[in-house]
């Protein structure tokens, strides 16, 4: 993609400290934080602070309150697999809507849907009728939402930097998700002793209108071609693209099995929490805080990377390295190890997605930038359906196996991987 011109990515002109041919070299906060300095970019990015703390704050509430209301890991696997249903599912379609119409609106129309489904659920649980089927159908629901809204997010970033600062620009994305992972779920876990959990689910509709808020900020500016094929069509052209480039291929496969047998882990938190170390929603928070603030720090170790790092070679080390913290997690015999194993998994997760995420998007056209997104991003639907598995290993065996046997099939993937495919280590 041409890099748009100044005034429409909203960058902010850089005073001139060097004569003509010079390189003004940037400190290190100020490369970490380069993309931020682009106004339609910065707005994006406050949009999804909003947008990703409600999210995550939903994530930790309708676990704990499943969990809460069964008292079963299979049923709490089933409650988060119900909203992977749909992710999987509408993808595709929802990169195909991505590469057709103005991404600004599809946002806006999703976070708009997103705050409905959770001002239901508060309705129905400060009501005092909340079910089991409430939150899988509110799990499936969010789904949806997700299925349109992510493919959208990842490549509207395309849109507002300029190529040379993408990966910068996706770095500070998954930092942005980060922070709230660290806040989020603590806040949550604090705020359902204090105030409720029907509170909590209103406090997340108030979010996602301030996320609405912040993108309307950002100009409608239709940007690509004039699509006349249908959205089947679109999906179709799509999926042969991808068949026929070897090398995304790899790349969307280190992104599926990594996460479906790594990331669902996550799922098993609660369990982890109640059964294992016999903590209180605070203490859930505390264990998702320690998680985030481990991703956070590396959103920021990626965002300090130049364009020129050896970034295959790095995100195999990563995504081994990711599960062998997965295993330290599940085995570890007291909270402190427990807590540094979760860091650990945040810290080598996020590097290893970042840079596929980046990867992938310079390697792809970019008239198929959201489809391709789209596939990428249904990653996050197989995550919890990685879950159900994981969660019947859970119920007969305990938590630590199912864990165990999902982190050693990640790290085992990403040598095998690294050992037979030489393309791999060698991009940059």
Known sequence: MAELPRPLLGERPVPAVAGPGQHVPLTLGAAIFDSLAIRNYRWLWISNLFSFAAMQMNFMTRGWLAYEITHSPLALALVTGAWGVPVVA????????????????????????????????????????????????????????????????????????PREKLMNAVALNSMG???????????????????????????????????????????????????????????AQGLRYVRGQSLLLLLLLLAFVPVLFGQSTQSLLPVFAKAELHLGPAGLGVMMSALGAGSLLGSLLVAALTATAPKGALMLASGLAFGLAILLFANAPWLSLALAGLALMGITSQVYMTLNT???????????????????????????????????????????????IGGGIAAAFVVGLALTQPSLRRLR
């Open 90 to 161: 509408l993808s595709l379609f929802g990169g195909a809507l991505a590469d057709r119409i103005r991404k600004r609106n599809l946002l806006v129309g999703t976070q708009l849907a997103g705050g409905l489904i959770v001002l239901w659920l508060a309705v129905m649980i400060a009501t005092g009728r909340i079910q089991l089927w409430h939150l899988a159908l509110g799990a499936a629901l969010n789904g949806v939402v997700m299925a349109f809204n992510m493919p959208g997010r990842q490549s509207f970033v395309n849109e507002l930097v």
């Open 358 to 404: 980046t990867v992938l998007q310079l390697r792809t056209d970019t008239a198929y930038l959201g489809r391709v997104m789209s596939i990428s991003m249904m990653t996050f639907g197989l995550m919890p359906l990685g879950a159900l598995p994981l969660g019947a290993i859970a119920e007969g065996l305990g938590a630590p196996v199912a864990a165990t």
């Open 177 to 235: 998700m980060n922070l709230t992972r660290i806040g989020a779920p603590a806040l949550a876990g604090i705020l359902v002793g204090a105030i409720g959990i029907a509170d909590v689910y209103f406090l997340m509709a108030g979010l996602y209108l301030l996320a609405i808020g912040s993108l309307l900020m950002i100009p409608a500016v239709a940007l690509g071609v004039e699509h006349r094929e249908s959205i089947l069509r679109d999906v």
